[in-house]
């Protein structure tokens, strides 16, 4: 018994650390939708998140070995970090977020498809191979990236500006998801390393914008 509280207490952890990258993503695709749509964007992604969790938990061991496959999906985050702060509508200080549901919706599941395999990993290390547990935890998931997404688009609709954190959270989890690719011939990357790279990454994405908006 104090062994499965253990694993519970850690998987509880796990998904509230790994599954606000979903509910960020989320959030940040669906803050520009009216609130019905929003509303349907946030529960399909949120289900969409979970499904893909379930589809990868027997497989993502294996997925780790395959070459470029977390290159290509860090290369997925970081072009939707760059489309998520594009200006809206021409508008010099406004960013827009997704512009349609359907649009909303491709964002998400792309970004859910990049990031899920990370999150499948934590949570099955701690069920330590307990099916119940893995299923406790996938489930447990879903409330957590529907508030957090709730909460995220809540917040960007006040402060719009807060969308760079957001973009900055995901070019760091673009970095850790290309230095983690088989092909990369590095050691385990050091948080200097990943810091300085991500935030070069958040700086091209930056320099894009301006451009962006003076040809606008």
Same mark, same amino acid.
């Given at each position: 018994?104090?062994?499965?509280?253990?694993?519970?207490?850690?998987?509880?952890?796990?998904?509230?650390? #790994?599954?606000?990258?979903?509910?960020?993503?989320?959030?940040?695709?669906?803050?520009? *939708?009216?609130?019905?749509?929003?509303?349907?964007?946030?529960?399909?992604?949120?289900?969409?998140?979970?499904?893909?969790?379930?589809?990868? !938990? !027997?497989?993502?061991?294996?997925?780790?070995?395959?070459?470029?496959?977390?290159?290509?999906?860090?290369?997925?985050?970081?072009?939707?970090?760059?489309?998520?702060?594009?200006?809206?509508?021409?508008?010099?200080?406004?960013?827009?977020?997704?512009?349609?549901?359907?649009?909303?919706?491709?964002?998400?599941?792309?970004?859910?498809?990049?990031?899920?395999?990370?999150?499948?990993?934590?949570?099955?290390?701690?069920?330590?191979?307990?099916?119940?547990?893995?299923?406790?935890?996938? !489930?447990?998931?879903?409330?957590?990236? *529907?508030?957090?997404?709730?909460?995220?688009?809540?917040? #960007?609709?006040?402060?719009?500006?807060?969308?760079?954190?957001?973009?900055?959270?995901?070019?760091?989890?673009?970095?850790? #998801?290309?230095?983690?690719?088989?092909?990369?011939?590095?050691?385990?990357?050091?948080?200097?390393?990943?810091?300085?790279?991500?935030?070069? #990454?958040?700086?091209?994405?930056?320099?894009?914008?301006?451009?962006?908006?003076?040809?606008?």
């Amino acid at each position: 018994m104090p062994e499965t509280l253990q694993a519970v207490a850690a998987i509880v952890l796990i998904d509230l650390a #790994l599954s606000g990258d979903n509910a960020l993503v989320i959030g940040m695709a669906a803050r520009g *939708l009216p609130a019905r749509r929003r509303r349907i964007a946030i529960g399909i992604g949120a289900g969409g998140a979970v499904a893909l969790r379930v589809a990868l !938990a !027997a497989i993502a061991t294996v997925l780790l070995t395959v070459p470029y496959l977390q290159l290509v999906g860090g290369v997925v985050l970081a072009v939707i970090a760059y489309r998520l702060v594009a200006p809206a509508n021409g508008r010099r200080h406004a960013t827009a977020g997704a512009r349609s549901l359907p649009e909303a919706i491709a964002i998400i599941l792309l970004a859910d498809l990049a990031m899920s395999t990370e999150n499948i990993l934590g949570v099955a290390a701690a069920a330590h191979g307990d099916i119940p547990l893995l299923v406790f935890g996938l !489930a447990l998931s879903i409330p957590i990236v *529907l508030f957090g997404s709730t909460v995220v688009a809540g917040i #960007l609709d006040r402060f719009p500006q807060v969308i760079w954190l957001g973009a900055a959270a995901l070019a760091w989890t673009a970095v850790d #998801l290309v230095l983690g690719d088989p092909i990369i011939p590095l050691p385990a990357p050091q948080f200097g390393m990943e810091a300085a790279l991500a935030a070069g #990454l958040l700086a091209a994405i930056f320099i894009a914008q301006r451009m962006q908006r003076q040809r606008a």
